[in-house]
């Protein structure tokens, strides 16, 4: 659980901390969600055709636990608190629903925001100054929102495809640089990069279970193992991830 | 009372009559099947929020959801018009997960006699929400709207305790 929130806890103490007692806590697998996303009504085209990378930053933000809550974010995508405003549901109201469930609402909520203006930019560019996007690297933005994403696109522009840390001029997110605009990390100080690489280790290790089936209209390359090397792995290196564009963009 | 008296009276209330008026904005629910203000506001939004809560009605539990959406709004009085605001809690994008931030939809329209004039939209201010059941009940953190009736414009700022950011959009009212 993280980078869509603002995760004062490690992902460790999430998944496993003391939690709320839910009686229908489920574990699902990055497969799970990519299947999720995909019998969703109210998922984008967008979402749809990144399902199993979607699946892959469920597992690296919730460890694809239902009930996985640092108190400020919820569930297996972290949906924020203030997400949950427009859903009638309260946040242990949400935490309790199944799998599908939040997703549908999650896919509602945040789908059509945050797959505008940087994502788009993003998933149009195979590499910033020399520097690899990867199917990770969109979903960091994706969680991170606009924002975020356009700054952190920004400062690889300007500094070599370098993305900004809090070593090298980085901004955190505070309510302060969201209203001037100049935040480029996350609460956490993380980067798309960064917490990029962290999505793509988990999608890289979905592989042998997230199939081009459930990912996106069979034989694409956004899931890995799927497309022209069914069951294989894709090599670790986010050089080397398949990243895929949405439909309107390809 | 001779004339300047009066003028030194009536310079006071001038003056206070021409300050800026800071309100912050308020949850409010709206139904999204009848005519009402905020639907009017927002005929874009509806249809997607009003086929989204029909769907959460059909999940398991969610069949006693209303249909019912969500926006933060205030309201100011310019030249007889009724001048208002409205942020949209829907299609709001993440502003790095902070729990009570977001960027979402916000209109400014005035209402004069039935009529209503669409006179600012923001696709993404940066706003702070709460949860439905609490709607903006901390008075710590809050989004200010404020109306200058002296240049007509009206700016917004986030406050979370004392700390006040001031936001760069602005809306002219005519």
Same mark, same amino acid.
């Not at chain 1, 890995?224 to 080397?240: A, L, M």
């Given at each position: 659980?993280?980078?869509?929130?603002?995760?004062?806890?490690?992902?460790?103490?999430?998944?496993?901390?003391?939690?709320?007692?839910?009686?229908?806590?489920?574990?699902?697998?990055?497969?799970?969600?990519?299947?999720?996303?995909?019998?969703?009504?109210?998922?984008?085209?967008?979402?749809?055709?990144?399902?199993?990378?979607?699946?892959?930053?469920?597992?690296?933000?919730?460890?694809?636990?239902?009930?996985?809550?640092?108190?400020?974010?919820?569930?297996?995508?972290?949906?924020?608190?203030? /997400?949950?405003?427009?859903?009638? #549901?309260?946040?242990?109201? #949400?935490?309790?629903?199944?799998?599908?469930?939040?997703?549908?609402?999650?896919?509602?909520?945040?789908?059509?925001? /945050?797959?505008?203006?940087? #994502?788009?930019?993003?998933?149009?560019?195979?590499?910033?100054?020399?520097?690899?996007?990867?199917?990770?690297?969109?979903?960091?933005?994706?969680?991170?929102?606009?924002?975020?994403?356009?700054?952190?696109?920004?400062?690889?522009?300007?500094?070599?495809?370098?993305?900004?840390?809090?070593?090298?001029?980085?901004?955190?997110?505070?309510?302060?640089?969201?209203?001037?605009?100049?935040? /480029?990390?996350?609460?956490?100080?993380?980067?798309?990069?960064?917490?990029?690489?962290?999505?793509?280790?988990?999608?890289?290790?979905?592989?042998?279970?997230?199939?081009?089936?459930?990912?996106?209209?069979?034989?694409?390359?956004?899931?890995?193992?799927?497309?022209?090397?069914?069951?294989?792995?894709?090599?670790?290196?986010?050089?080397?991830? =398949?990243?895929?564009? =949405?439909?309107?963009?390809? | 009372?001779?004339?300047?008296?009066?003028?030194?009276?009536?310079?006071?209330?001038?003056?206070?009559?021409?300050?800026?008026?800071?309100?912050?904005?308020?949850?409010?629910?709206?139904?999204?099947?009848?005519?009402?203000?905020?639907?009017?506001?927002?005929?874009?939004?509806?249809?997607?929020?009003?086929?989204?809560?029909?769907?959460?009605?059909?999940?398991?539990?969610?069949?006693?959801?209303?249909?019912?959406?969500?926006?933060?709004?205030?309201?100011?009085?310019? *030249?007889?018009?009724?001048?208002?605001?409205?942020?949209?809690?829907?299609?709001?994008?993440?502003?790095?997960?902070?729990?009570?931030?977001?960027?979402?939809?916000?209109?400014?329209?005035?209402?004069?006699?039935?009529?209503? *004039?669409?006179?600012?939209?923001?696709?993404?201010?940066?706003?702070?929400?709460? *949860?439905?059941?609490?709607?903006?009940?901390?008075?710590?953190?809050?989004?200010?709207?404020?109306?200058?009736?002296?240049?007509? *414009?009206?700016?917004?700022?986030?406050?979370?305790?004392?700390?006040?950011?001031?936001?760069?959009?602005?809306?002219?009212?005519?």
């Amino acid at each position: 659980m993280r980078a869509s929130t603002l995760l004062l806890f490690p992902i460790a103490a999430v998944v496993s901390g003391p939690q709320l007692a839910f009686a229908d806590c489920q574990t699902v697998s990055a497969s799970d969600v990519a299947q999720d996303i995909q019998n969703c009504p109210s998922a984008n085209n967008t979402l749809k055709s990144n399902a199993c990378n979607f699946g892959g930053a469920a597992i690296a933000e919730s460890g694809g636990n239902t009930c996985a809550s640092n108190g400020n974010n919820f569930g297996l995508l972290q949906l924020t608190r203030s /997400n949950l405003t427009n859903t009638g #549901y309260s946040s242990s109201q #949400y935490l309790n629903l199944s799998a599908q469930q939040q997703v549908c609402i999650w896919a509602q909520q945040v789908g059509n925001s /945050n797959t505008s203006g940087a #994502y788009q930019t993003l998933a149009n560019s195979g590499s910033i100054n020399g520097t690899p996007v990867t199917a990770g690297m969109l979903a960091a933005c994706f969680q991170f929102g606009p924002l975020i994403c356009k700054n952190d696109l920004a400062f690889m522009r300007a500094n070599g495809g370098a993305c900004p840390t809090i070593g090298n001029g980085g901004v955190r997110a505070t309510g302060q640089s969201l209203s001037n605009g100049s935040a /480029n990390l996350d609460g956490n100080n993380q980067s798309i990069c960064s917490w990029g690489q962290s999505i793509q280790n988990k999608i890289n290790q979905a592989a042998a279970t997230c199939n081009a089936s459930n990912g996106a209209g069979g034989g694409g390359t956004n899931c890995p193992g799927g497309g022209t090397t069914p069951g294989g792995v894709i090599p670790p290196s986010p050089g080397n991830a =398949p990243v895929s564009l =949405p439909a309107n963009l390809a | 009372m001779s004339g300047a008296l009066i003028l030194a009276m009536l310079a006071p209330l001038s003056a206070s009559a021409e300050q800026a008026i800071s309100h912050r904005l308020s949850a409010q629910t709206f139904s999204l099947t009848d005519s009402n203000l905020q639907a009017r506001i927002w005929p874009d939004q509806v249809p997607d929020m009003l086929k989204f809560r029909k769907y959460l009605q059909s999940t398991p539990g969610g069949a006693d959801k209303p249909l019912l959406g969500v926006v933060y709004t205030t309201t100011f009085q310019h *030249e007889g018009k009724q001048i208002v605001v409205s942020v949209i809690s829907n299609n709001c994008a993440n502003a790095g997960g902070f729990p009570n931030l977001l960027f979402c939809p916000m209109r400014v329209v005035s209402l004069s006699g039935g009529r209503l *004039e669409v006179l600012g939209d923001i696709p993404d201010l940066l706003v702070t929400v709460s *949860e439905a059941d609490a709607p903006q009940s901390s008075t710590k953190k809050a989004t200010i709207a404020t109306y200058d009736p002296q240049t007509h *414009e009206i700016t917004f700022a986030n406050v979370d305790g004392n700390e006040r950011t001031k936001l760069s959009q602005k809306v002219i009212v005519r």
